[in-house]
């Protein structure tokens, strides 16, 4: 059973930047995709960027050229670098994976079987 472990999230103003972490156990290989989310309430959770082996990665528009996937197969934890960070980027951020033998990466938060509990990102203007 894959459990995925997030961590990074806060508060910080208009134009910062945070980095999430999630640390992934029971063995997801690299054959896994990887994938950040985010919920706001009231809205449905959307894709923010995912990834998976072959380091293919891919963005949601609102978080391109700002977010950055990356992952430390070493360390078995993705990351997600946000810079220039919004008003409404404010959100639950969430973690999930799905494998083994991925074909993606894929933004649909319906293809994930594995997910973390979240960790909250709150921007202020």
């Known amino acids: 059973q894959v459990q995925l472990v997030e961590s990074g999230g806060g508060s910080v103003q208009s134009g910062g930047s945070l980095r999430l972490s999630c640390a992934a156990s029971g063995h997801p290989d690299s054959s896994y995709c990887m994938g950040w989310f985010r919920q706001a309430p009231g809205k449905e959770r959307e894709g923010v960027a995912a990834t998976n082996s072959d380091v293919t990665t891919t963005y949601a528009d609102s978080v391109k050229g700002r977010f950055t996937i990356s992952q430390d197969n070493a360390k078995n934890t993705l990351y997600l670098q946000m810079n220039s960070l919004k008003p409404e980027d404010t959100a639950m951020y969430y973690c999930?994976?799905?494998?083994?033998?991925?074909?993606?990466?894929?933004?649909?938060?319906?293809?994930?079987?594995?997910w973390g509990q979240g960790t909250q990102v709150t921007v202020s203007s």
């Open positions: 999930a994976a799905e494998g083994p033998n991925c074909s993606g990466p894929w933004l649909n938060h319906r293809a994930y079987a594995y």
